[in-house]
């Protein structure tokens, strides 16, 4: 990331607060947003999404597994994502992993719900195929290609597209089982069950610049940034996860505000 | 045409393939044989003696090119000249920088060259105007000159022996550039003109074409010679910085600076030659078809512009006949 000059940071944040952003946006306006899905046929479902210079590919993949031992009706999700060093040069190496953590761990929160399985947007009871024994073990992974700031709102609607585009193969199970066998399946090469994504959340972020908020930060905004707050939010408008990241402190009258501006703008 | 990422509809798409096929026939004659990608035939005399030059190479008894670009002729000697490389820089040329290092002496600035470019603390004017002999405490005060990540506007001075550049900012016209914004697009789009500085009256708006692709849109600012300024104007001054910190630029300046940046990213997005005269045309173009600055961005500016620049070259290209 290139560094700013003090004269350039100065006409950024003023910028910002005449509603004037570099490239001429509103604060609330989004930059053009370009979805391309299943480019990558090898996997059971993708999506690349392109929101001016971010450039996120997500993917996701399925495969047979055992369910977890305490929920046994619910299959498993996980999502992981990887910074790749042709974003930047700082990611190279072990450099991007903290990136990467926070965000799948924000991604995570925001799309699976709490530990309870509480909001999730996608079920889990759909993944199951023979309860308690086998289960579909779904892994979503994000890549980051090029980043100019906003990666966590990229990589949601990545996500999103991506699962609408899954396609889970049909499974025959073989009848006669006894106890603890695993039972035999048939995976059909046919895929047909698609995903119900109407439930799944959109996150909008809202960078605190100054005294004003912006949507959708380009990376020389996001580094003047005090604060950041990712608000994810379903198709119902009910808020399904928060995440909040900057050193500052924001006060809980001006959350509130923002939870709202981000209902507003999806 | 490198691939437009822009939502174009059909009319859209065909409307700019008509506009380029134009485009290409005004261009002058030698074109079409010019442009060669790699591992082409570069068509050469091969009873003449002649010099291969960069980007060529011998294979199988012919000349073939080894990068994708134009290939040019001088006497005898025969080169590639790639599109897409890195600035090359000439004595002579403006250009505009970013401080990435301050050392002994020196400043290092980055100009999308291979190697960063040294301004030396002895090319560049002393605040107070005077001409002397830099002293250690100069040295020390380098920072309160320019400090890391300021945007810079000098002119190349020479070459070193081992390759890198120096610069030199003597004049009241180069120096640190503050309240604007940096733009930076392909180095081979900014030719060589009489003036690479451009005061914009009717906006109040500076812009600085550097040769090197980054171009630098602000607002204007008075190029005042410090030998002329005397002592009680100096409190004053210092006074006008502090409040220059708490004021931002007004509204309608910033308005200006957009439209300005967004013509600059349309056209080189398209590909043409930055021309200040272009640039005005563009602006002018946005504004009396009222089109939103944000729009600017979008595909129907953009295929408006490449027809306007069509249509522009055609009506030249009567003239002269």
Same mark, same amino acid.
């Given at each position: 990331m290139v560094g700013?000059?003090?004269?350039? *940071?100065?006409?950024?944040?003023?910028?910002?607060?005449?509603?004037?952003?570099?490239?001429?946006? *509103?604060?609330?306006?989004?930059?053009? =947003?370009?979805?391309?899905?299943? =480019?990558?046929?090898? $996997?059971?479902?993708?999506?690349?999404?392109?929101?001016? $210079?971010?450039?996120?590919?997500a993917s996701v993949k399925a495969e047979l597994g055992k369910p977890n031992a305490l929920q046994p009706d619910k299959g498993k999700i996980a999502i992981f994502v990887d910074c790749s060093p042709t974003a930047a040069p700082m990611f190279e190496g072990r450099g991007g992993e903290e990136l990467s953590t926070e965000l799948s761990v924000a991604l995570e929160r925001c799309i699976l719900g709490g530990k309870s399985g509480a909001g999730a947007g996608i079920d889990p009871t759909s993944l199951v195929v023979v309860e308690g024994k086998v289960c579909w073990d779904l892994y979503v992974d994000g890549l980051v290609i090029s980043s100019d700031g906003n990666l966590l709102d990229a990589l949601a609607a990545a996500i999103k597209a991506a699962l609408s585009n899954t396609g889970i193969p049909k499974v025959d199970v073989a009848a006669e089982m006894t106890g603890d066998e695993q039972p035999e399946v048939n995976i059909s090469d046919e895929e047909f069950l698609q995903f119900d994504t109407s439930g799944i959340p959109v996150i909008v972020t809202l960078t605190k610049v100054g005294k004003q908020? =912006?949507?959708? $930060? #380009?990376?020389?905004?996001?580094?003047?940034? #005090?604060? $950041?707050?990712?608000?994810?939010?379903?198709?119902?408008?009910?808020?399904?996860?928060? #995440? *909040?990241?900057?050193g500052a402190g924001l006060d809980l009258s001006i959350i509130l505000d923002m939870i709202s501006v981000a209902k507003h703008v999806k | 045409m490198r691939g437009l990422q822009l939502p174009l509809s059909q009319t859209q798409r065909t409307r700019l393939q008509r506009a380029f096929e134009k485009l290409q026939s005004l261009s002058s004659k030698?074109?079409?044989?010019?442009?060669? &990608?790699?591992?082409?035939?570069?068509?050469?005399?091969?009873?003449?003696?002649?010099?291969?030059?960069?980007? &060529?190479?011998?294979?199988?008894g012919e000349l073939v090119a080894t990068v994708c670009g134009v290939v040019e002729r001088i006497n005898k000697l025969v080169y590639v000249r790639g599109l897409r490389a890195r600035y090359k820089p000439e004595v002579g040329d403006i250009v505009?920088?970013?401080?990435?290092?301050?050392?002994?002496?020196?400043?290092?600035?980055?100009?999308?060259?291979?190697?960063?470019?040294?301004?030396?603390? %002895?090319?560049?004017?002393?605040?107070?105007?005077?001409?002397?002999?830099? &002293?250690?405490?100069?040295?020390?005060?380098?920072?309160s000159i320019f400090e890391e990540n300021d945007v810079v506007c000098a002119e190349v001075r020479n070459f070193q022996h081992d390759g890198s550049l120096q610069l030199q900012a003597r004049s009241q016209k180069y120096g640190k550039l503050e309240k604007g914004q940096l733009l930076i697009i392909d180095p081979y789009l900014v030719k060589k003109s009489k003036s690479h500085f451009h005061h914009l009256e009717q906006f109040g708006i500076d812009l600085i074409l550097g040769r090197n692709g980054f171009i630098w849109v602000g607002e204007h600012v008075e190029t005042r010679d410090s030998m002329v300024v005397d002592k009680p104007n100096s409190s004053e001054q210092s006074m006008v910085l502090e409040e220059r910190n708490q004021t931002h630029t007004p509204l309608e300046m910033r308005q200006?600076?957009?439209?300005?940046?967004?013509?600059?990213?349309?056209?080189?997005?398209?590909?043409?030659?930055?021309?200040?005269?272009?640039?005005?045309? &563009?602006?002018?173009? %946005?504004?009396?078809?009222?089109?939103?600055?944000?729009?600017?961005?979008?595909?129907?500016?953009?295929?408006l512009v490449a027809e306007r620049e069509a249509e522009r070259r055609s009506l030249m290209g009567k003239r002269r006949r």
């Open positions: 700013l000059s003090v004269g350039e *940071k100065h006409f950024i944040q003023g910028g910002i607060s005449q509603d004037l952003r570099l490239d001429c946006r *509103k604060r609330l306006t989004y930059r053009p =947003i370009y979805v391309e899905t299943g =480019i990558i046929p090898q $996997a059971h479902g993708s999506a690349r999404v392109r929101l001016g $210079a971010t450039d996120v590919i908020y =912006i949507v959708d $930060a #380009t990376s020389e905004e996001e580094s003047q940034m #005090t604060s $950041a707050v990712s608000v994810s939010v379903n198709r119902k408008g009910h808020v399904c996860g928060l #995440t *909040k990241r900057g | 030698a074109n079409s044989d010019a442009s060669v &990608t790699v591992a082409d035939t570069i068509p050469v005399n091969y009873e003449d003696a002649f010099l291969k030059g960069h980007g &060529t190479t011998e294979l199988n505009v920088g970013r401080v990435v290092e301050v050392a002994q002496k020196r400043w290092r600035l980055e100009i999308n060259f291979s190697q960063d470019a040294i301004l030396m603390l %002895s090319s560049m004017n002393m605040p107070d105007g005077i001409q002397r002999r830099r &002293t250690a405490l100069d040295e020390l005060n380098m920072r200006n600076i957009c439209r300005v940046a967004n013509a600059v990213r349309v056209l080189s997005t398209l590909g043409f030659s930055m021309d200040a005269d272009l640039i005005m045309e &563009t602006v002018e173009l %946005s504004s009396s078809l009222k089109i939103d600055i944000h729009d600017m961005l979008g595909s129907e500016f953009h295929v």
